[in-house]
T-cell receptor, first 114, second 114 residues
Framework: NAGVTQTPKFQVLKTGQSMTLQCAQD?????MYWYRQDPGMGLRLIYY???????DKGEVPNGYNVSRLNKREFSLRLESAAPSQTSVYFC?????????????FGQGTRLTVV | AQSVTQLGSHVSVSEGALVLLRCNYS??????LFWYVQYPNQGLQLLLK??????LVKGINGFEAEFKKSETSFHLTKPSAHMSDAAEYFC????????????FGAGTRLAVHP
């Protein structure tokens, strides 16, 4: 049972380059999320998708775009990477369920922008 | 808006000692509350959650947490620390009423000494 799968696990980009982080879940969840984790700041929500066909901004959306390709997949795109986007990125999924359901997380993508 | 505050970014205990990690939340409506654990270079794993009902919640690995509405707290405890408990712990809140976003605290890194 794979759960939430993120690719790649590691990436180094030069400033100004673009890339897409991929995320897929096999739990048939409706909601998916992208977070970034920085030391001392916990996890901050970048974008989320409450259900297929919808996306909404989180706390720190600037510099990112997302696509909810289908129910399984939710990708995060950096159009022009900046050093401030060096971080660990986590994808998660959950059922909406009135709020009491937990989110399941992928293993993370460690991104360095030089 | 809801928020989560974790008191103490680093906590150090001796093996066999009580573990107490503090979490306070702010919310104008009844919240759903979660504790997650993150081991080095891994994703987040759910320890326990409070939805409704009993305010003392038991989780995996001997951890438990008590929801205290009057104190807006959800502190995590374990009677006797083990070396394997060394990790980073995150408290998170989600509002009731179908609001999907999980908001995380900044995290507490637990060190366990022999």
């Amino acid at each position: 049972n794979a759960g939430v799968t993120q690719t790649p696990k590691f990436q180094v980009l030069k400033t100004g380059q673009s890339m897409t982080l991929q995320c897929a879940q096999d739990m048939n969840h409706n909601s998916m999320y992208w977070y970034r984790q920085d030391p001392g700041m916990g996890l901050r929500l970048i974008y989320y998708s409450a259900s297929e066909g919808t996306t909404d901004k989180g706390e720190v959306p600037n510099g990112y775009n997302v696509s909810r390709l289908n129910k399984r997949e939710f990708s995060l795109r950096l159009e022009s990477a900046a050093p401030s986007q060096t971080s660990v990125y986590f994808c998660a999924s959950s059922e909406p369920g009135g709020g009491g359901t937990e989110a399941f997380f992928g293993q993370g993508t460690r991104l360095t922008v030089v | 808006a809801q928020s989560v505050t974790q008191l103490g970014s680093h906590v150090s205990v001796s093996e066999g000692a009580l573990v107490l990690l503090r979490c306070n939340y702010s919310s104008s409506v009844p919240p759903y509350l979660f504790w997650y654990v993150q081991y080095p270079n891994q994703g987040l794993q759910l320890l326990l959650k409070y939805t409704t009902g009993a305010t003392l919640v038991k989780g995996i690995n001997g951890f438990e947490a008590e929801f205290k509405k009057s104190e807006t707290s959800f502190h995590l405890t374990k009677p006797s620390a083990h070396m394997s408990d060394a990790a980073e712990y995150f408290c998170a809140v989600r509002l009731s009423g179908g609001y999907n976003k999980l908001i995380f605290g900044a995290g507490t890194r637990l060190a366990v000494h022999p």
